[in-house]
């Protein structure tokens, strides 16, 4: 038996661990993490070296499914891998997570110049919301990249390919349950042009060095 001022020692024994990440393998068109999808127009199932992806046209291609796989998190990371293309819109949703019944939403975007790209990350819960975006920061389309939005309770930054890009203090409210939609904002505007292979959705904000590889 541990002695009761043991327990002060030992903060394991009074404070769980976070849940283990939940990670979505873009390698169906049927079920995405587990979960079954709605489709919308017809993304393709393409083979990459890094393994099976989906890919959208970015005119009527999305996926939607009926969980929102952030809900109840008060710090979270979220990381996604994907290839943007050419040809796209200036102004594209590529992952999106929004509560039912409201417009609280977790947003991953981008937005094109020429054949460059910078990222757009956006929150808005019932305490404050916040966009994250710097034109300057520019990435070439055509690639994989690693992105990874974080928030540790006050402050949100947000990553590409492991590097700080932004960050701003917020206070983000748990969002509740909800849906998911990839290759489009989830009322069926602004289209993706590109493709998803993967995403990871952690209940705190990790480092860098437990990121994703670079794909």
């Not at 983000?172 to 993706?192: E, M, W, Y």
Request: one cysteine or more; aromatic letters at 10%; glycine letters at 6%.
């Amino acid at each position: 038996m541990i002695p009761r001022r043991s327990l002060f020692l030992l903060p394991w024994l009074t404070q769980a661990d976070p849940p283990p990440p939940e990670i979505w393998n873009f390698d169906s068109l049927d079920r995405i993490g587990g979960h079954p999808t709605t489709l919308l127009g017809r993304p393709k199932l393409i083979d990459t070296r890094g393994g099976k992806a989906v890919e959208f046209d970015g005119v009527q291609d999305a996926i939607f499914l009926d969980v929102h796989p952030l809900a109840g998190a008060a710090a979270f990371t979220w990381e996604v891998i994907f290839r943007p293309a050419s040809g796209g819109r200036p102004e594209q949703r590529f992952f999106h997570l929004q509560e039912s019944g409201s417009n609280y939403r977790l947003l991953l975007e981008t937005r094109l110049m020429g054949d460059q790209w910078c990222l757009d990350s956006f929150a808005a819960s019932s305490t404050g919301q916040q966009p994250l975006m710097d034109r300057k920061l520019l990435h070439p389309l055509d690639q994989w990249h690693h992105v990874a939005f974080v928030y540790d309770s006050s402050q949100m930054r947000h990553f590409v390919n492991h590097k700080l890009e932004l960050s701003a203090a917020v206070k983000l409210a748990p969002q509740s349950a909800g849906k998911t939609s990839v290759g489009v904002r989830i009322n069926r505007v602004d289209f993706f042009k590109g493709a998803v292979r993967t995403a990871r959705f952690h209940r705190e904000a990790i480092e860098v060095s437990r990121f994703l590889p670079l794909p």
